[in-house]
Every structure is written in C-alpha cells, then in structure tokens.
C-alpha cells in the first residue's frame, strides 16, 4: 500500500440531507466508515515511516560496530606482530647465549 495521502480527500465526502432519516443515518455512517479508514491509513503511513527511521538508526548503529570491530581487529593484529617480534628476539638471544656458554665451557 502507498502512502499518498493527496489520494484521499475527506472534504469531497459531503453528506446530502434527504428526507428520510434512515438515508441520513447510512450516509452518516458511511462519512464516519471513511474516517475511520482515512485515519488508518494516516496511522499507516506514519508507522511506515517510523519503520523507515529505525531501519536507518539500526544500519548506522551497526556500521559503527562494524568499524569498532575493525580498528580492534587491527590492534590486536598490531600487538600480535609485536609479541611475535618479541618472541624471535627472545629466542635469538638465548640462541646466541647458548652458543656462548658452550663456546666458553668448550675453551675452559
């Protein structure tokens, strides 16, 4: 359904006076039936619209996590590279270490 409210137009509904009162009553309600359906339909709209508002609030809340988690990912990948760093400089100065103190206790 779209929402076009210039499509419905309450001021063209005019209620003829006829001399029956039964004629006036049925015309009467059907004024109120088409009230009662152009106020659904405005309902309608606006809830569409809302709709499409928190649509819009969800997908920007989640392209900022999204980001987030993009900039943690690269932290973490940073610290990883510096431990791994770490590591291998750690392992080759045992290595040199270790080649050391065999080279002195092989001379002593």
């Not at 509904?13 to 001399?19: F, I, R, S």
């Not at 009162?21 to 049925?26: G, Q």
């Not at 499409?52 to 900039?71: D, M, P, S, T, V």
């Amino acid at each position: 359904m779209q929402c076009d409210t210039t499509s419905w137009h309450l001021r063209d509904c005019k209620v003829v006076l006829v001399t029956s009162p039964v004629e006036v009553v049925h015309q009467s309600c059907v004024f109120d039936r088409l009230c009662l359906d152009h106020l659904e339909f405005l309902f309608f709209c606006l809830m569409q619209a809302k709709a499409k508002e928190r649509e819009k609030e969800l997908n920007r809340q989640f392209a900022e996590k999204e980001r987030q988690l993009q900039e943690n990912q690269m932290i973490v990948a940073r610290k990883l590279g510096e431990a791994e760093h770490r590591v291998s400089t750690l392992q080759s100065g045992l290595s040199a270490f270790s080649f050391t103190d065999k080279v002195l206790s092989y001379i002593m």
